[in-house]
T-cell receptor, first 119, second 116 residues
Framework: KAGVTQTPRYLIKTRGQQVTLSCSPI?????VSWYQQTPGQGLQFLFE???????NKGNFPGRFSGRQFSNSRSEMNVSTLELGDSALYLC??????????????????FGNGTRLTVT | AQTVTQSQPEMSVQEAETVTLSCTYD???????LFWYKQPPSRQMILVIR??????QNATENRFSVNFQKAAKSFSLKISDSQLGDAAMYFC?????????????FGAGTRLAVHP
């Protein structure tokens, strides 16, 4: 079974531009979450999606947005890029939906990430 | 708000030896889950081991085991018979049993070097 696939693997953008990152979860997984990883702030939760609905959002400005499609694939978008948005963006999928006992214990399966550099 | 602290930015171990990585956390919740993830240079986060807070028994997974001290809010990872492939960043993570079920709170990480 293929793992979580993130595209592109690397991306270079200029300040003020916008960017869209893509994530395809493991087949059968319906939950997708996004994390930002930087040397200064570490790993921080961005948002999570289930059944095409955003279920939870981290403490990030509105420039960061996302969506999930009916096939569970997800995209995140960052508008008006800033230098501080340079980071590794990780996507994770999980088979479980909210409200189930096992959902909290289900491990997240991560992709290899997209390295975004803003110049 | 919950926090996770890894006080060892870097650790090193000789091949075949044992090493322990420390993790403490702060929470007012009684029900939660704890995880150790490994991130090799490939950047993919790989689950190493997980622990349910309601279980007193420490989790083990082959060469990996944890020492879970709920009252002390401590969750250390022991790697036995270290191998060169164990070299990576290790992250301790906390997940609440309520709220966002995919929201993990990570520590800053410990970089583990394994010497032959």
């Amino acid at each position: 079974k293929a793992g979580v696939t993130q595209t592109p693997r690397y991306l270079i953008k200029t300040r003020g531009q916008q960017v869209t990152l893509s994530c395809s979860p493991i087949s059968g997984h319906r939950s997708v979450s996004w994390y930002q990883q930087t040397p200064g702030q570490g790993l921080q939760f961005l948002f999570e999606y289930f059944s095409e609905t955003q279920r939870n959002k981290g403490n990030f400005p509105g420039r960061f947005s996302g969506r999930q499609f009916s096939n569970s694939r997800s995209e995140m978008n960052v508008s008006t890029l800033e230098l501080g948005d340079s980071a590794l963006y990780l996507c994770a999928s999980s088979p479980e939906g909210p409200g189930t006992f096992s959902s909290y214990n289900s491990p997240l399966h991560f992709g290899n990430g997209t390295r975004l550099t803003v110049t | 708000a919950q926090t996770v602290t890894q006080s060892q930015p870097e650790m090193s171990v000789q091949e075949a030896e044992t090493v322990t990585l420390s993790c403490t956390y702060d929470t007012s919740e009684s029900d939660y889950y704890l995880f150790w993830y490994k991130q090799p240079p490939s950047r993919q986060m790989i689950l190493v081991i997980r622990q349910e807070a309601y279980k007193q028994q420490n989790a083990t997974e082959n060469r990996f085991s944890v020492n879970f001290q709920k009252a002390a809010k401590s969750f250390s990872l022991k790697i036995s018979d270290s191998q060169l492939g164990d070299a990576a960043m290790y992250f301790c993570a906390y997940r609440s049993a309520t709220g966002g079920y995919n929201k993990l709170i990570f520590g800053a990480g410990t970089r583990l070097a394994v010497h032959p």
